[in-house]
């Protein structure tokens, strides 16, 4: 059953982002794709030609998980005539909780490197927080900034083929004037684990967008130079879930066994080739 709150077009929480159980087909019962469709001042674009559902693609399991969403992005990625952007996302419009904790999950890889050296958001909710890779420099850095500013609250060395993991609670400060953000990461089959917590200002916000894909724009408004092939990065274990205030992050869970479907795709781009190239590392679960 499809969650939905009393805010039209809002879900409600628990929201289930996970890829395990969809095909191409069904993509839009759990996510949204204007940003797919209207491409280069049109309306006609196919979300298949840089999204591919992946069976069985992190055969361990995290978060429940153990499909992957398959997304890139190329030189014709425009969102309605924004040349100097490039993207290709996949969001919901997702009504949190005002008496808890909301905690937004999602988990990461790319196998190759960057081809297009920019920066990259990958995982963000609406101004609030973004997590991406800065691929101008060398080696990669992957960050976690909050509040629209440039100044990371953590951030690692990006290794390609390294699944990444990431959970982010937002609930009311004490006083409950302001926000707060929990962040909490890991890698490969590793549980999360605490890591920061920043304050807001302003009172909480319970409608946001949470966008998982890649966005790049350029610093001076030209257009991107881009590679002629995609870009793709794998995202997998998508959720937002209520949590009681101070409880913690929840601990990961392998996939549910013979949950998963088989997909087919007929689409040529090479989000879709990605399903037979790429090759997925994991580490041993603990």
């Known amino acids: 059953m499809?969650?939905?709150?009393?805010?039209?077009?809002?879900?409600?929480?628990?929201?289930?982002?996970?890829?395990?159980?969809?095909?191409?087909?069904?993509?839009?019962?759990?996510?949204?794709?204007?940003?797919?469709?209207?491409?280069?001042?049109?309306?006609?674009?196919?979300?298949?030609?840089?999204?591919?559902?992946?069976?069985?693609?992190?055969?361990?399991?995290?978060?429940?998980?153990?499909?992957?969403?398959?997304?890139?992005?190329?030189?014709n990625a425009i969102l309605s005539t924004i040349n100097d952007v490039r993207r290709s996302d996949l969001f919901q419009q997702i009504e949190g909780t005002a008496d808890g904790t909301s905690f937004f999950r999602a988990s990461v890889m790319k196998a190759d490197a960057f081809l297009n050296p920019y920066e990259w958001w990958l995982i963000w909710l609406a101004d609030l927080f973004k997590i991406g890779v800065d691929a101008t420099v060398d080696p990669p850095v992957m960050f976690y900034r909050i509040n629209g500013t440039t100044d990371s609250k953590w951030s690692t060395e990006f290794v390609p083929g390294t699944w990444y993991n990431f959970g982010i609670g937002l609930e009311k400060s004490a006083d409950g004037n302001n926000m707060v953000l929990e962040f909490y990461t890991s890698t490969g089959q590793d549980e999360l684990v605490f890591k920061v917590t920043n304050e807001l200002s302003g009172s909480l916000l319970t409608l946001n967008d949470f966008h998982i894909g890649l966005l790049t724009q350029s610093t001076d408004g030209s257009a991107p130079a881009m590679d002629a092939k995609q870009d793709v990065v794998s995202f997998n274990g998508i959720s937002a879930e209520a949590t009681a205030t101070d409880a913690g992050a929840p601990t990961p869970a392998p996939s549910i066994e013979g949950s998963s479907v088989a997909v087919s795709s007929s689409s040529n781009s090479i989000a879709g080739e990605a399903r037979s190239t790429e090759t997925f590392t994991f580490d041993d679960r603990k």
């Open 2 to 75: 499809i969650s939905r709150s009393s805010r039209d077009g809002y879900r409600s929480l628990p929201w289930d982002g996970r890829a395990y159980n969809l095909t191409s087909d069904t993509l839009t019962n759990k996510y949204l794709t204007p940003n797919l469709i209207q491409r280069n001042g049109g309306n006609d674009g196919n979300p298949a030609d840089y999204v591919s559902v992946q069976y069985h693609a992190r055969p361990e399991g995290y978060n429940d998980d153990d499909g992957v969403l398959a997304i890139g992005v190329d030189g």
